[in-house]
């Protein structure tokens, strides 16, 4: 295990930013904190790189806790702070031999660590300049260098695309996924299709509190508890809806199946089944053997919006 | 230890990246050498000590002014989170940045030797007072450096990091002026506070530890001081 979180919370005066949150993170999951503005996914990250100290609970990394080792857990955390802070009178190379000193790289590794995280995270060109006068997408690159000089078992980035262009997120989430290979990479972000793109966990967070953890498309189709299926067929001649009905109902996994409205001989037919179970072929089969003439057929694909947009609003 | 190293270099790298350090030096030999060469030939004698008078004057300003960013503005920026999230302790991150604002104030000193070689040419002059005059300029500057750290701390803003370090300086420097107004007791409390009792003594040539004990003690206290404050946000 790579991460446990026990119980925590962080509390500013009545505002309870982390409301008891508990979860785990194993090597080489790329995890995305899922959530509103304000929810506590900074704090979070904050607490597990020992920036602040959490009211109640623990934090275990790598079978340390915070707490007695922030020292040693720090070692194995690159981190990517929200806004991505950077020293602007510095050059790019200055600063990356400064973090790699801190990180506690080896002296003589420390030219040829700058020398990769330069060339991987694609800043050879501005690699003489001062960070103040980067671009914002480069000064996000060298964000990302010093999180990643000296290796780290673990990466934190809190909002690691926020102000890039659109190319730039590409690059960058295909940064991330392979990074995810070998590290565990946790990130915050609140655009969803990153964390369709990057993560193979999320977590939903809202008000301090995990709402939802998953796989994204766990969450996509399981959320509803059911699959849904829309179907247009032409009212074949000598048929109505029920007889219809009886036909489709000797699928196993059916659950219900609605009429939701007949129009110009063209029946549109909602299909419920169990959670997991795709019956688009049977549905088509069925179709098939009778000489129906099938017009439509799609699974809806509850989008991560929805589930989010549920979620949150749900607690509000 | 390493890390303060570390943290020191890039501090002093850039005071002389920026302009920082060459204005303050400027100013600083500069007025300095105008306090001391318009009183020289009017008081006739072959000594520094109208320039040793007059140094601490100007360290009320040149303490807080060098010190003020060195904090507030890793807050500001938030790059003390980046320093924080590091594998290093917060008191190296205070004592580094202490460390090189005190080498400055010794850089921006060692071109007022040429008044003390002038003089040398001019007369002869005691060497005690100018060994004990330096010694007690840097530890003023010190005390006055470790005070601005510890302004720096309290604020996200650079001007009022100055004010407060300038008036935490200039009361700890007028302290032994007012001491005629001071009931009997306290007189003595007062004056061993004051900076500027224990820097006459050693800039008389007097070297006594009680003096040396109070520099280090008020330097140890004030970064000690804001080693606290840093680390704040962490305590639960």
Redesign the interface.
Known sequence: MSIIVENLSKHYGNLRAVDNISFEIHHGEIVGFLGPNGAGKTTTM?IL????????GDVIIEGKNIKDNS??T??L?G?L???N??????NVL?YLE??A????VEKTKISKRVREMIGVCGINEVKHMDIGQLSKGYRQRVGLA?AMIHDPKILIMDEPTSGLDPNQIVEIRNLIRQLGREKTVILSTHILPEVQATCNRVLIINKGKIVADGTPSELQSGFHGYERIFVEIEKPDGYDFEMLQVKFNTLPSIKQITLLYEKDGILRIKFESEKGADIRKQIYQICRDNNFNLIELHREQTSLEDVFHQLTLEAA | MENIITIFKKELKSYFDSAMAYIIIVVFVGLLGWFFTSSLFLVNLATLRSFFETAPFLLLFFGPAITMRLISEEKKSGTIELLATKPIQDYEIIIGKFLSAWILFVIALLPTLIYYFTITILGDIELGPVIGGYLGLILVGGVFIAIGIFGSTLTENQVVAFIISFLFVFILFILDKILIFAPGFLASILEFISIDYHFSNIARGVIDTRDLIYYISAIVLMLYLSTIVISKRRWA
């Open positions: 904050r790189t020992s920036y602040l100290a959490p009211t109640s020292l040693q720090r070692r955390i981190y702070p929200e806004s802070p950077l020293y602007s009178d510095m200055d400064f973090v000193k801190l990180q506690g010093q």
